[in-house]
């Protein structure tokens, strides 16, 4: 079986978030699409960062109607700061019998040199790109890469990080998330 793992903080997933999954499930050669929910990125500032436990309970909400794409808490057990190849290893091990391979939009593959043992990421996994507007070019030896394929997704151009802006301003975000994710965001009071 082909996994495809699609990484994020997920604060909150969005209907971009799953336009991009469903593809991928839809028109890839990948079997299924593990939307892994990430600690805390080393890149990226924690404080307005949701718990795991409730940010995976929207991730799981907000794909219940997918029968192609789940949840997964991998790494909310894993050691932090953690690093991509890190979970791939721990996935390997507990799943022999899967191929595992990342999804990304182009944004990150145009940093991907930086990614600690990047090397051993693209010699082991198959790595599946999705188009993003952002700045910089990417590394000339990632251009004509066997490993890495990229797939003629929608261009989403929705963020996380705006959705939380919005709610702070009291703007209607409701069309930007799933039913059930913008339900638990309002009951809840998340981000304001």
């Known amino acids: 079986m082909k996994i495809g793992l699609y ?10 978030h799953l336009a991009i999954a469903n593809h991928m499930a839809e028109y890839s050669d990948l079997d ?4 892994v ?6 890149f990226k ?24 794409i789940e949840p997964s808490k991998i790494e909310f057990d894993l050691p932090q700061p953690n690093y991509t190849v890190n979970t791939l290893a721990v996935l390997e091990e507990k799943y022999p019998d899967y191929e595992f391979c990342l999804i990304m939009g182009e944004d990150n593959l145009k940093s991907l040199h930086k990614w600690k043992n990047y090397e051993v990421i ?4 198959d790595i599946y790109v999705y188009p993003r507007i952002s700045e910089g070019a990417v590394e000339n030896q990632f251009k004509d890469h066997p490993k890495i394929h990229k ?15 919005g709610i702070v301003a009291g703007k209607n975000i409701r069309p ?16 304001k």
């Open 7 to 16: 990484f994020g903080t997920f604060n909150p997933i969005h209907v971009g």
């Open 32 to 35: 299924k699409i593990w939307m």
């Open 37 to 42: 929910i990430t600690p805390h990125n080393p």
């Open 45 to 68: 500032k924690k404080s307005s960062l949701l718990a795991n436990h409730h940010r995976y309970r929207m991730v799981d909400i907000a794909l219940e109607p997918y029968d192609k």
């Open 122 to 125: 693209l010699e082991r996994h």
């Open 151 to 165: 797939v003629a997704a929608p261009i989403m151009e929705l963020s996380s990080t705006a959705i939380r802006k």
């Open 176 to 191: 930007l998330l799933p039913e059930g994710v913008w339900k638990e965001v309002d009951e809840m009071r998340f981000y």
